[in-house]
């Protein structure tokens, strides 16, 4: 297995970007939170991100927890400044589609951003790690609920499933915060709804791969920069 990449604790979600890309790992999935970076072999993923508590809650979950053979092998969570993160995990790819509906039919917890999963047929079932998992989400999704006025729930759809390079599936992002509606909250003032952030979390969240170059909010960014300045000055919310 290659060496774990050595990016410094502590370092920004930038400079671990390019600390991974200096070592010849290549981009190879960007969404609307992380980048994620392949190693030269192949062989490890490392998804970085500035801010990212729902994928935090996951990634530790997975690297805690007992071994579930439909979750991804996570090596590392390598800490970054304030509340970012490197997840330095198995190298995955895309799954068949239909395979992971049934996956995600099977499993048996819908989608809170309206996603209806195709009716399939799933054979593995039976499997005693699918109801593990299911329990396992199910907490995660309970205390995200808990914890965050701007929680969004379940995200597992197809393509948050990916295969391993024997071809078997892996659900890779499960679970999120509901970045537009933090985005919402900012814009229109609503103090309420972002307490429990702190303002540098607010700014790191502007920092997302969404906001940044090329990303489909980049053009609404500096907007919301001022606002979170306007709103908390010196403080946080
Ligand atoms: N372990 C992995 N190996 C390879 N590609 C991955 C892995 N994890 C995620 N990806 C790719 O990166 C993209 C973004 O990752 P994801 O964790 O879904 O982030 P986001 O929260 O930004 O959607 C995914 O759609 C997928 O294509
Ligand atoms: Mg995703």
Redesign the pocket.
């Known amino acids: 297995m290659p060496a774990l990449p050595d990016i410094a604790p502590g370092a920004t979600a930038d400079q671990a970007r390019a600390h991974l890309e200096h070592a010849g790992w290549r981009l190879?999935?960007?969404?609307?939170?992380?980048w994620?970076y392949?190693d030269p072999s192949d062989t490890l993923?490392a998804?970085v991100?500035p801010f990212?508590p729902a994928?935090r809650m996951f990634a530790q979950d997975c690297l805690d927890g007992p071994a579930n053979r439909w979750l991804?092998r996570v090596d590392a969570i390598v800490p970054l400044a304030r509340d970012g993160f490197v997840t330095v995990?198995?190298?995955?790819?895309?799954a068949d589609t239909a395979r992971a509906d049934a996956f995600c039919a099977a499993l048996g917890i819908g989608n809170d951003t309206g996603y209806e999963p195709a009716a399939g047929v799933f054979d593995e079932a039976s499997d005693p790690d699918l109801a593990l998992l299911a329990d396992r989400i199910r907490a995660l999704l309970a205390r995200g609920a808990k914890t965050y006025s701007v929680w969004g729930g379940s995200d597992i759809r197809a393509?948050?499933v990916?295969a391993d390079a024997s071809g078997a599936l892996?659900l890779?992002?499960p679970i999120?915060i509901a970045g537009k509606k933090i985005a919402e909250a900012i814009a229109a003032g609503d103090v309420e709804k972002l307490r429990g952030f702190t303002r540098g979390q607010l700014e790191d969240f502007l920092t997302?791969?969404i906001f940044s170059p090329g990303g489909e909010g980049q053009g609404g960014r500096v907007a919301l920069l001022e606002q979170v300045d306007r709103l908390f000055g010196g403080r946080d919310p």
């Not at 190879?28 to 992380?34: E, K």
């Not at 995990?89 to 895309?94: A, G, K, T």
């Open positions: 190879i999935g960007t969404g609307d939170w992380a994620v392949a993923a998804r991100v990212d994928y991804p995990m198995e190298r995955l790819w895309p393509g948050n990916m892996k890779v992002d999120f997302i791969a």
